[in-house]
């Protein structure tokens, strides 16, 4: 098993940046991908970001630009650093992982965080 830890949420005003960071423990392996997701209230979860083991990363189009995903050195981290920060991008914010690279999809990453609130302020 694999258990997500995420942190680095919190309010912001428009404009502004955060970064968030995910860590990963138990069952660890640097061949995996991860990556984050987003739900906001009464939206379906939706793809953010993810970095595959190899270093090769995707974006939604809605965070392109704005956001980059990166990997600590120890490959167990994962971070998203936000920038350019707009209302609509207020959510929870989950960091997944995968074992083998299927996709996008929520459906496509095995192991889940709790989440980290991001409330972006007007």
């Known amino acids: 098993q694999v258990r997500l830890v995420e942190s680095g949420g919190g309010l912001v005003q428009a404009g502004g940046s955060l970064r968030l960071s995910c860590a990963a423990s138990g069952r660890t392996s640097n061949t995996y991908a991860m990556g984050w997701f987003r739900q906001a209230p009464g939206k379906e979860r939706e793809f953010v970001a993810v970095v595959r083991s190899g270093g090769r990363s995707y974006y939604a189009d809605f965070v392109k630009g704005r956001a980059t995903i990166s990997r600590g050195n120890a490959k167990n981290t994962v971070y998203l650093q936000m920038n350019s920060l707009k209302v609509e991008d207020t959510a929870v914010y989950y960091c997944?992982?995968?074992?083998?690279?299927?996709?996008?999809?929520?459906?496509?990453?095995?192991?889940w965080g709790q989440g980290t609130q991001v409330t972006v302020s007007s």
């Open positions: 997944a992982t995968t074992w083998t690279y299927r996709g996008l999809g929520t459906q496509d990453y095995d192991y």
